[in-house]
T-cell receptor, first 111, second 113 residues
Framework: QQPVQSPQAVILREGEDAVINCSSS?????VHWYRQKHGEAPVFLMI?????EQKGHEKISASFNEKKQQSSLYLTASQLSYSGTYFC????????????FGIGTKLQVIP | NAGVTQTPKFQVLKTGQSMTLQCAQD?????MSWYRQDPGMGLRLIHY???????DQGEVPNGYNVSRSTTEDFPLRLLSAAPSQTSVYFC????????????FGQGTRLTVV
């Protein structure tokens, strides 16, 4: 079952902040965040693990609420290069790196 | 070090034809997956593998077969192509142990007419 992302789309001016949310109805072991630019492959941003460990991008932060099965990606002081579609992927407890992605959040940063 | 290589990049098939999408990685990764990407649907998992000889179904496996005879290769076979299989297909691999970064290939754009 795909996780639910919100919002589906957002437009920002350079320097503004944004939050992208991801939620699941299942107990989660980890949440993965990727960004995809138009016509390109998704690129890894971050993994958040049950228990608090994080791996990934230094300039992007995220949170993982294990009790609520929710994660949020925080984009601060947005740059034009942040434009793209952001996907959260979730891994259920016990899965073998079986990551299920949401439908994505399209982020556009304008000058 | 090429990463994840998918071939072909583009393909047009007629309904009923079969074909194999190739995926190869040179990072000695255990885990490999196939996703399809359709507008408004995100990335949907077709099949995945946790190592040579081990495969399992994802969310949308019908109409697709996979095998993993080597660590490096994870081909995706369309048995009898249908217009509903028109999509962009991505192969991904990730390293030993769980919860590691996935590397995606550049995708194969498939059109079934």
């Amino acid at each position: 079952q795909q996780p639910v992302q919100s919002p589906q789309a957002v437009i920002l001016r350079e320097g503004e902040d944004a939050v992208i949310n991801c939620s699941s109805s299942k107990a989660l072991y980890s949440v993965h965040w990727y960004r995809q630019k138009h016509g390109e492959a998704p690129v890894f941003l971050m993994i958040l693990l049950k228990g608090g460990e994080q791996k990934g991008h230094e300039k992007i932060s995220a949170s993982f609420n294990e009790k609520k099965q929710q994660s949020s990606l925080y984009l601060t002081a947005s740059q034009l290069s942040y434009s793209g579609t952001y996907f959260c992927g979730t891994e259920d407890s016990g899965g073998y790196q079986k990551v299920t992605f949401g439908i994505g959040t399209k982020l556009q940063v304008i000058p | 070090n090429a990463g994840v290589t998918q071939t072909p990049k583009f393909q047009v098939l007629k309904t009923g034809q079969s074909m194999t999408l190739q995926c190869a990685q040179d990072m000695n990764h255990e885990y490999m997956s196939w996703y399809r990407q359709d507008p408004g649907m995100g990335l949907r998992l077709i099949h995945y593998s946790v190592g040579a000889g081990i495969t399992d179904q994802g969310e949308v496996p019908n109409g697709y077969n996979v095998s993993r005879s080597t660590t490096e290769d994870f081909p995706l076979r369309l048995l009898s192509a249908a217009p509903s299989q028109t999509s962009v297909y991505f192969c991904a691999s990730s390293g030993t142990g769980r919860h590691t970064e996935a590397f995606f290939g550049q995708g194969t754009r498939l059109t079934v007419v």
